[in-house]
């Protein structure tokens, strides 16, 4: 109740100005325009239904009126997570949009504030969201997590390529060479790449065991209507899912998508974390061209994200602190720890794909 207590005192300063707040009921024209012109410029109704309205959860997403216009926007994707043994609601903060007419004043505060409202009356005991804008919720919101811990990864499938190729047709066509001789080199009979349509109910018991077994307190992805949603139903990207073999057993799994000259790992889990190595390997051998990058973004507190970023150097790959991803939490329940995030399992699917 102390949220509602500073609103109504900090309402005051813009009790001239005709400021409301609405957690709409459903997407209106006037929404999608909204959104189209200030967030997301590939937006519609189905798109939006797509990320925010759940069957039987709550749509909470909050807009900022002034003297009857819109001027803010701030939306949550409803996201089920497996935290220390169980699952737990979740919800990701995400379209959050403040006119640039009201930046200075305390507006995003009062908005930001009526949608944590709504979501803890709605029984959500944690908030967490992607920014790089971590020091606003830090200093602002007062969140519990405000830190840049996530590292993006890469490693182009040819050094040569990547230094000369795209302006050379004598390097172009000397490191598909090199490509080859490369791949016969590194021939591993003992690993293969299976490509399957789903991961199974069966798939995502494999996994929460392999997360268990790396004292993982924290992650996403728990059952299959998840990755129905995220993968299989995503109307802005194509994804593939390759399960991992390794002397005819499986060994893990990878979620893929490609855009332009890169190969993003959206997730990446494996019961044999000394075998990264040599699934890097054969990704690199089976799912990319000579001219592509394969991408990779985590926390690096993990397990299975501290050895691929080690494979991904021994490669001849690159690291470095994301400066577009940190990481922001806030708890309304004692019993969830917002620290116990940065220690889960971060990944690509943390970003739910909206380019």
């Known amino acids: ?29 006037s929404n999608i325009a909204f959104i189209k012109k200030n967030v997301n410029p590939n937006i519609n109704i189905q798109l939006a239904n797509w990320e925010f309205v759940q069957e039987s959860k709550r749509l909470i997403f909050c807009v900022l009126k002034l003297n009857g216009e819109i001027k803010g926007s701030q939306g949550m994707i409803h996201i089920d997570a497996y935290y220390k043994g169980k699952i737990i609601r979740t919800g990701k903060s995400e379209c959050t949009f403040l006119d640039s007419s009201l930046r200075g004043t305390n507006a995003f505060y009062l908005l930001y504030n009526h949608f944590l409202q709504t979501a803890w009356d709605d029984g959500i005991p944690i908030v967490w969201g992607l920014t790089s804008a971590i020091k606003i919720w830090r200093e602002k919101l007062a969140f519990d997590v405000a830190d840049m811990c996530i590292y993006d990864m890469s490693v182009p499938k040819s050094l040569l390529y990547n230094k000369h190729g795209k302006r050379s047709w004598l390097f172009k066509k000397a490191s598909q060479v090199i490509d080859f001789f490369e791949n016969k080199k590194n021939y591993l009979p003992n690993f293969r790449l299976e490509l399957i349509p789903s991961l199974s109910e069966n798939d995502i018991l494999w996994k929460q065991f392999v997360l268990e077994k790396l ?5 996403i992805g728990t059952h299959v209507d998840y990755y129905n949603w995220r993968i299989k139903n995503n109307p802005y990207l194509t994804y593939q899912i390759w399960k991992i073999y390794k002397n005819n057993s499986i060994s893990g799994y990878i979620v893929v998508s490609t855009k332009n000259q890169k190969v993003i790992i959206h997730e990446w889990i494996t019961d044999d974390i000394i075998d990264i190595p040599n699934q890097l390997k054969i990704i690199r051998k089976q799912l990319v061209n000579y001219n592509q990058t394969l991408y990779y973004f985590g926390n690096i507190t993990h397990p299975i994200n501290k050895a691929i970023l080690s494979a991904f150097q021994e490669t001849g790959g690159k690291s470095n602190l994301s400066n577009w991803a940190g990481l922001v939490a806030k708890s309304h329940n004692l019993e969830v720890n917002p620290q116990d995030i940065k220690n889960g399992l971060i990944n690509f699917l943390w970003t739910e794909g909206v380019k």
């Open 215 to 219: 004292n993982t307190p924290f992650y």
């Open 1 to 29: 109740m102390d949220t509602l207590i500073e609103l109504k005192n900090t309402m005051v300063d813009f009790a001239e100005q005709n400021i409301e707040f609405f957690n709409i009921p459903h997407f209106s024209e």
